[in-house]
């Protein structure tokens, strides 16, 4: 069976500091990869989603950036963390391109606080 | 812009009785519409889902209706159960593309 692994699950972190938050999928291959943020007092927001390795779509210009160095791997970078950036950061994965929502799987997530 | 809102952050049931958890959406080119289940520590999970061709989906205990012309989708649990106390988001789509998901309704259904 398929599973999606996020870590770290919670992260504290100062302003102006760097990011990377990894996701994994195990079980499926050449997966569409997903990365969406929760700010406070608002709905999931997609940010990047990748059809395969090396190929990012980027959704909201921000201060973010992601990778897919492996097929099964999505990673999300800043190199200066802004308060803003505080929200809950959930990875998803599909295997239908650009699929209907109900065929996307979505990780834990990893709450971001930036202080 | 919140295309999809939520504006119930909370809601608490009695254990047996209906929950109605409402959810409403600004763009009409929203052609299909779910419903997510978020416990502590875990992923949103798909719950169910309806297309703008509908105006009801019934699965189990689990219904949703779609009011377009009012722009407005809810979600009946009946019985609700312990077991449902969950945070549920209600998402949009147009086609196959992004989801817009909206801020979430915590459900708390006392035993």
């Known amino acids: 069976s398929q599973t999606i692994h996020q870590w770290p699950a919670t992260l504290v972190q100062p302003v102006g500091s760097p990011l990377s938050l990894e996701c994994t999928v195990e079980?499926?291959?050449?997966?569409?990869l997903y990365w969406y943020r929760q700010a406070a007092g608002r709905g999931l927001q997609l940010l990047f989603y990748s059809v395969g390795i090396g190929q990012i779509s980027s959704e909201v210009p921000q201060n973010l950036s992601a990778s897919r160095p492996q097929d099964r791997q999505f990673i999300l970078s800043s190199k200066k963390l802004l308060l803003s950036d505080s929200g809950f950061y959930l990875c998803?994965?599909?295997?239908?391109?650009?699929?209907?929502?109900?065929?996307?799987?979505f990780g834990p997530g990893t709450r971001l606080t930036v202080l | 812009d919140q295309q999809v809102k939520q504006n119930s952050p909370s809601l608490s049931v009695q254990e047996g009785r209906i929950s109605i958890l409402n959810c409403d959406y600004t763009?009409?080119?929203?052609?299909?519409f779910l419903w997510y289940k978020k416990y502590p520590a875990e992923g949103p999970t798909f719950l169910i889902s309806?297309?703008?061709?509908?105006d009801k989906n019934e699965d189990g205990r689990f219904t949703v209706f779609l009011n377009k012309s009012a722009k407005h989708l809810s979600l009946h649990i009946v019985p609700s159960q312990p077991g449902d106390s969950a945070v549920y988001f209600c998402a949009a789509q147009k086609g196959a593309n992004n989801l817009f998901f909206g801020t979430g309704t915590r459900l708390t259904v006392i035993p």
């Open positions: 309806i297309s703008s061709i509908k």
């Open positions: 763009n009409s080119m929203f052609d299909y």
């Open positions: 998803a994965w599909s295997v239908i391109p650009g699929g209907r929502g109900d065929t996307q799987y």
């Open positions: 079980g499926t291959s050449n997966p569409n």
